[in-house]
């Protein structure tokens, strides 16, 4: 059964820092893309940041400079460091992984970021 788990969301002050981790397990196939998502109260989920196999990346306009999307192959982890926080930046964010040949998309339980003073 596959499963992705996220840890290290919080509550932050602005312009503060946070690192969010998601590990996979239960995965057999290569994982293609690893990523995250957000969703804020009453929005839309969007793309936060991707990152492929090979390591290129890919930002949303909001977070381009403030955040670092990095992956470890070896364990299936994906990271997003998250640096100079606003409010706006406030949402439940969401693991995301694409497996195998077919593409298979998984989503882990989500954590949650406020940034708030």
């Known amino acids: 059964q596959v499963q992705l788990v996220e840890s290290g969301g919080g509550l932050v002050q602005p312009g503060g820092s946070l690192r969010i981790s998601c590990a996979a397990s239960?995965?057999?196939?290569?994982?293609?893309?690893m990523g995250w998502y957000r969703q804020a109260p009453g929005a839309q989920r969007e793309l936060v940041a991707i990152?492929?196999?090979?390591?290129?990346?890919r930002y949303a306009d909001s977070v381009k400079g403030r955040f670092t999307i990095s992956r470890d192959n070896a364990v299936n982890a994906v990271y997003l460091q998250m640096n100079s926080l606003k409010p706006e930046d406030t949402a439940v964010y969401y693991c995301y992984a694409n497996v195998g040949a077919s593409e298979v998309a998984y989503w882990g339980q989500g954590t949650q970021v406020t940034v708030s003073s």
């Open positions: 239960g995965i057999i196939f290569r994982i293609n893309v």
């Open positions: 990152i492929t196999s090979g390591a290129a990346t």
